[in-house]
């Protein structure tokens, strides 16, 4: 299989248009991973696809169908190397071969051990392939995928929103509206793209929010309630509105088996955890569970004490801190991640590769945590 390090400036042009298409399968294709596609000939895009739902069509045989004849001895650009093998739908890499493709542009490898090897299989076969396309925005873009094939857990974000000065709310606990419009409207679609939300009972006590996705055409995450002792009112907003996509409130052992009952009967799951690190809730047995249900991605919302939880167990992925231009002071302020904290720098959760947006008069700095070797 032919390998570049630098590609030429259509093919990486075209790779976006895919990666542009991938986008619209997050949240809808898990545990499958969000691809894009497009068909090239004579430098002109006959057929798009993206992968919108598991057990459906991949993205490379809805790009195909758009191109129709016009496939044969075109070029085919994917957003993760074509899977080669027969799962609840055929292999692409047949779909392609039949198709007639004659060269096919991949970005990211595909390291599932069912699917691996399409990319060496087409060249086989005698069609030009070659990987590594965008390569890291490829591998950016799956990262849901990537990290749960890896590890069996969601990958989880952690966003946060502050003042200039480290507050996420007033002393008096006033905290809306900390961000501007813009930057909400971000994390609605960042609950579009992500399987499930979590906040702490800390949070879900204090606002009552309901965890839904309130852009058009948007869909819910699962709502997931880190609640030790089963404080969750029924009446609670969450239960009502997240509608099919279900709430799981997760308890630790000895919570109350008269609250567990009433929450059940006003819709949410009640799962019983052991228990972590101080005795609360484990996380990390919740990310396996999680896990286990095809869960990929999981968006962490609050509180501080929740948020400290998973970032002193090396439980978060990456971060999205939205950094509003005011101050608010006050000592007594929350901040992002309460605790106890780390005793020194040297033991800080080290960030990398940070990305900074605006979002009107926010700054969106977004970075993937730093994993140190084992």
């Known amino acids: 299989m032919a390998a570049r390090r630098q590609h030429h400036p259509d093919q990486q042009r075209y790779m976006r248009m895919a990666l542009r298409l991938a986008r619209r399968g997050l949240g809808r294709s898990s545990p499958n991973p969000a691809v894009g596609a497009v068909v090239v000939k004579n430098g002109r895009v006959v057929g798009r696809g993206f992968h919108a739902k598991a057990g459906t069509p991949h993205a490379e045989i809805h790009a195909m169908a758009e191109a ?57 076969q005698g069609l030009e392939v070659h990987g590594g396309v965008l390569r890291r ?59 499930a939300i979590c906040v702490g009972i800390g949070t879900a006590l204090a606002d009552d929010p309901s965890l839904t996705c309130r852009l058009r055409g948007g869909r819910n995450p699962l709502a997931v309630i880190v609640d030790s002792r089963l404080r969750l009112p029924p009446t609670a907003k969450v239960l009502a509105a997240v509608g099919p996509a279900g709430c799981v409130v997760a308890c630790a052992p000895g919570a109350p088996a008269a609250r567990a009952r009433a929450l059940s009967r006003a819709g949410a799951e009640v799962l019983r955890l052991g228990r972590g690190p101080g005795g609360a809730v484990d996380l990390a047995g919740l990310l396996d569970e999680l896990g286990r249900r095809g869960i990929t991605s999981l968006l962490l919302e609050g509180g501080a004490t929740l948020a400290w939880g998973f970032v002193s167990q090396g439980l978060v992925d990456e971060v999205m801190y939205f950094h509003a231009p005011k101050l608010i002071g006050g000592s007594g302020a ?41």
């Open 68 to 124: 129709g004849g016009q496939a044969k001895n075109a070029d085919i650009y994917v957003t993760l190397e074509p899977c080669h093998h027969h799962g609840r739908t055929p292999p692409c890499t047949r779909a392609i071969l039949d198709a007639g493709i004659q060269r096919v542009f991949f970005g990211a490898s595909d390291p599932n051990p069912k699917a691996q090897g399409g990319g060496d299989f087409l060249a086989r």
């Open 137 to 195: 925005r490829c591998e950016h873009e799956h990262r849901f995928f990537l990290s749960h094939l890896a590890t069996g857990r969601p990958y989880v974000i952690l966003k946060t929103a502050a003042t200039a000065d480290g507050k996420t709310a007033a002393p008096s606990g006033h905290s809306r509206w900390v961000t501007g419009e813009a930057s909400r409207r971000q994390v609605h679609r960042l609950r579009n793209w992500c399987d």
């Open 334 to 374: 929350p901040g992002m991640i309460g605790g106890r904290g780390f005793d020194t720098m040297d033991q800080a959760v080290m960030l990398e590769r940070p990305r900074v947006r605006r979002f009107g008069d926010d700054i969106l700095l977004q970075a993937r945590v730093k994993r140190q070797p084992k």
